[in-house]
């Protein structure tokens, strides 16, 4: 037989799981957007490729390295995201990867146009820390889905990449 305390632990179990079945599809959500806004803009900036060798008159290596380096950065850095998602909840590094991502991304743009230099740091940090998104948001999914939904809640996250790339760099290049 159980005792009243354990009935209690037993029903406070099924209301946690409960709040947390709701709470995986925000999870999903802003996962989706998360990796749209993130990885869907480091996808479509091939589109830029040309107007950025033709506005800093530079070779084709050096507008190569548009897409180079912040992919090569973004898997040396890995595991350093791996270590931080292993001691810290793995929302705040995704939300401090996103946001000083962005930060990078922005300032780029805005402030460094006029030194390619200058431009391609900035565009490198940030996809540097865009690139962990493809680490950190499968172990957030993994916290909040089952095994049984991992594959596909992971898959619907990753399908914000495509829908990124489709309309960002159009977007910004009209």
């Known amino acids: 037989m159980t005792s009243e305390p354990e009935n209690q632990k037993q029903s406070q179990n099924d209301q946690n799981q409960a709040n ?15 990796i749209m806004m993130t990885l869907g803009y480091v996808r479509s ?4 490729l040309d107007l950025w060798k033709n506005s800093y008159n530079i070779s084709e ?10 992919l090569l950065l973004s898997g040396l850095t890995a595991p350093f995201a ?3 998602c292993s001691k810290y909840p793995i929302k705040y590094i995704m939300a401090g990867v996103t946001v000083i991502g962005s930060a990078a991304n922005i300032i780029g743009p805005v402030f460094c146009y006029k030194s390619y230099y200058a431009f391609m740091s900035c565009l490198t940090t940030a996809g ?4 962990n998104m493809l680490l950190i948001v499968p172990m957030e999914i993994n916290t909040w889905f089952s095994p049984e939904q991992r594959v ?4 619907i996250a990753f399908t914000g990449s495509s829908i ?4 960002i760099g159009p977007l910004f290049t009209s």
Request: glycine share 4%.
């Open 20 to 34: 947390n079945s709701n709470f995986r599809y925000y999870v999903l959500a802003a996962s989706f957007l998360t």
């Open 45 to 48: 900036s091939v589109i830029y």
């Open 61 to 70: 290596f050096q507008t190569a390295a548009f897409l180079f380096f912040p």
């Open 82 to 84: 791996a270590i931080l």
């Open 128 to 131: 540097a820390l865009y690139g």
């Open 152 to 155: 596909f809640a992971t898959a």
């Open 164 to 167: 990124g790339a489709l309309w």
